[in-house]
């Protein structure tokens, strides 16, 4: 499976962006897709996930703000993020989950909220 992210980018506090993240390759084979994020000296910490029953989780800190979606074919998975802050600031990360349980991860995009 080959993930490809986009959709990062700089935006002032209280802005929105939206993520996009296409897998190719194996996609009959994924049964989750989620976002994750890794800030400056932090640990990569989960954002959302969906699976293919349309089951969703979010993390704690992007309750509310953030809303995770995917395309009909579960070939694409969106991250809507609004009432950004400068603390959502990071490196959001796509990672799929397949029936083997193994994991892939894209190449990261980069969300820079300014204060």
């Known amino acids: 499976v080959q993930l490809q992210a986009s959709g990062g980018g700089l935006v002032q506090t209280g802005g929105s962006l939206r993520l996009s993240c296409t897998s190719s390759?194996?996609?009959?084979?994924?049964?989750?897709m989620g976002w994750y994020r890794q800030a400056p000296g932090k640990q990569r910490e989960l954002v959302a996930t969906?699976?293919?029953?349309?089951?969703?989780k979010y993390g704690d800190s992007v309750k509310g703000r953030f809303t995770i979606s995917s395309d009909n074919a579960f070939t694409t998975v969106y991250l809507r993020m609004t009432s950004l802050k400068p603390e959502d600031t990071a490196v959001y990360y796509c990672?799929?989950?397949?029936?083997?349980?193994?994991?892939?991860w894209g190449q990261g995009t980069l969300v820079t909220v300014s204060s």
């Open positions: 990672k799929v989950v397949v029936v083997t349980n193994a994991n892939y």
């Open positions: 969906i699976t293919t029953g349309g089951v969703t």
């Open positions: 390759g194996s996609i009959d084979s994924i049964n989750e």
